[in-house]
């Protein structure tokens, strides 16, 4: 949701690095994580007092830098874009986080980890492959663990398909709609979808 008053009201990070990160992603297309929902997920780090997190889908870096800036957690991030790479990578560096933030090269698919003690695993990455994605890393994550997942919304057009033109769109929000079904039923977590941002669930991992 973009609200202008809270827009307003809330303040903006005040920080040089995240600037040049806004300022890179709008260069590149980047669709990074939305204010409402990078301030959530720092939020429900602290809360939890989250020390370990995966991400699937790290793009420039923005929200795996935001984690490590705001937070005191480790961070383990999977990126298949080599150009992405290129840019997280010095992203990183600039930000002297690479002791605290590890990016893998590679899709998320072809990826396993050995680490079960995830304290929160983000998915960020190609919705297609959400279900696998969720499926495959949520076993690393400990009980008691939070999933977060963006996008589920997609601008609005996962509630109507049907005025979607592009048949590659139509399908795509398809699939969405049928992750968020899928989370909403797998009882193995506690999950709830909130019209922050994009769209962002939140699940517990039982
Ligand atoms: N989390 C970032 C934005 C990620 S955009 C932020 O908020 O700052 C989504 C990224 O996921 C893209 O860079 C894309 O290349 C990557 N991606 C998509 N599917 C993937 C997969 N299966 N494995 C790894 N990376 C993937
Ligand atoms: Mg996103």
């Known amino acids: 949701m973009n609200n202008h008053y809270l827009s307003s009201v809330n303040k903006e990070f005040d920080h040089q690095m995240i600037k040049f990160l806004l300022t890179q992603a709008k260069e590149f297309n980047v669709p990074i994580i939305s204010d409402e929902g990078i301030n959530l997920l720092i939020q429900l780090i602290k809360i939890s007092s989250s020390k370990k997190i995966l991400e699937i889908g790290t ?29 997280a990578k010095n992203n990183i560096k600039k930000a002297n986080l690479t002791s605290r933030v590890t990016l893998i090269q590679g899709d998320g698919r072809d990826i396993s980890l050995e680490d079960n003690d995830y304290d929160i695993l983000f998915i960020d990455a190609a919705k297609a492959a959400y279900i696998d994605l969720f499926e495959k890393f949520s076993k690393n ?17 996962v509630e109507n398909p049907d005025i979607i033109e592009s048949r590659n769109r139509r399908q795509l929000v398809k699939k969405i709609d049928k992750f968020n079904q899928y989370l909403v039923n797998n009882s193995n977590f506690n999950t709830y979808i909130y019209g922050i941002g994009d769209g962002i669930s939140i699940s517990i991992k039982k």
């Open 59 to 87: 793009a420039i870096g923005y929200s795996s830098i935001l984690m490590a800036l705001f937070s005191d957690a480790i961070i383990t991030t999977i990126e298949r874009d080599e150009k992405m790479v290129v840019l």
């Open 141 to 157: 994550v400990k009980t008691g663990g939070i999933i977060i997942c963006d996008n589920l919304l997609f601008k609005g057009q």
